[in-house]
């Protein structure tokens, strides 16, 4: 018998849990040091700049956004672009723009890098931006060619404020999976799948039922993908080998499965958005 997600959400969420163990996690060492560099060099680079291109993913559009933007930026013209749109649950796209605005950002564009959807708009935009600032008039402005592009890495802010965001920046690949764990990271993802009631992994890995034990959920998909490992347990009679499951493995598949999309569009920040918008600083 097959069934439906409905049913299986029915079935399983009596026993889903309503948070997530954050105690004890040092975020703090979550922020490479070669970002605080980063961050220096590019703070150095802001006044060679008419327009600020932030570009941020999609799936998290509140969430670790660098806050020092802001501080920096005065009286520049400023872009977000929030990619990855197509891995994103974009019902909510009005409350996100509206959360934005709460927060002085009136700029905002949705792309897909990948498809090139939306990418065409950014150029028109800047120019637009620059050309109704107040440095449009100054002596240096180029003409050939017209606009250049400084890139600058990917920089996060120095503090990351609070154990839940930093785990949905490592959900998007922002943060190192080693450095969180990649167990952790799997559990995380399941313990938000399984609260929106997207239950999509359970078709993908032939599971049957959802479940919200990641101690079963990776050892399934360690068995349905064969990534099982031997080991050797000492008994009484000496060194046997065991064959187990390789939930590392396990794992690295399942957020894998998450960040491609095949497990369905994902909006991490939801909870946010269920909030007012900030008033405008």
């Known amino acids: 018998m097959r069934l439906t997600t409905r049913a299986l959400c029915g079935a399983a969420r009596a026993a889903w849990r309503e948070s997530f163990p954050l105690d004890g996690r040092d975020v703090a060492r979550w922020f490479p040091g070669h970002m605080a560099k980063g961050l220096k060099k590019m703070q150095s680079s802001l006044k060679l700049v008419d327009c600020i291109i932030e570009v941020h993913d999609a799936r998290i559009p509140l969430s670790g956004r660098n806050p020092l933007f802001q501080e920096t930026l005065g009286l520049k013209p400023h872009l977000l672009v929030l990619n990855k749109m197509d891995l994103a649950d974009m019902k909510e796209q009005q409350k996100i723009i509206q959360h934005l605005e709460g927060e002085g950002l009136k700029n905002v564009i949705f792309t897909n890098c990948?498809?090139?959807?939306?990418?065409?708009?950014?150029?028109?935009?800047?120019?637009?931006?620059?050309?109704?600032?107040?440095?449009?008039?100054?002596?240096?402005?180029?003409?050939?060619?017209?606009m250049f592009l400084l890139d600058t890495p990917g920089v996060l802010a120095p503090r990351i404020q609070s154990v839940e965001t930093g785990l949905k920046l490592a959900l998007c690949g922002t943060v190192l999976d080693h450095l969180v764990g990649e167990e952790t990271l799997a559990d995380y993802l399941l313990y938000t799948l399984n609260r929106r009631q997207l239950l999509g992994y359970v078709q993908h890995y032939g599971l049957g039922e959802a479940c919200d034990d990641i101690a079963s959920v990776l050892k399934r998909v360690a068995v349905k993908l064969r990534k099982t490992q031997k080991v050797k347990v000492l008994t009484g009679t000496g060194d046997v080998n065991v064959v187990q499951p390789n939930y590392p493995a396990a794992a690295r598949d399942f957020l894998r499965a998450f960040r491609s999309g095949v497990l369905g569009p994902v909006m991490l920040d939801r909870d946010l958005l269920q909030g007012p918008p900030a008033a405008e600083p």
Do not use: A, F, M
Request: with cysteine; glycine share 6%.
């Open 114 to 146: 990948v498809k090139d959807e939306n990418i065409k708009q950014i150029i028109p935009k800047v120019t637009e931006l620059v050309g109704s600032s107040y440095r449009y008039h100054r002596g240096e402005v180029c003409e050939r060619p017209l």
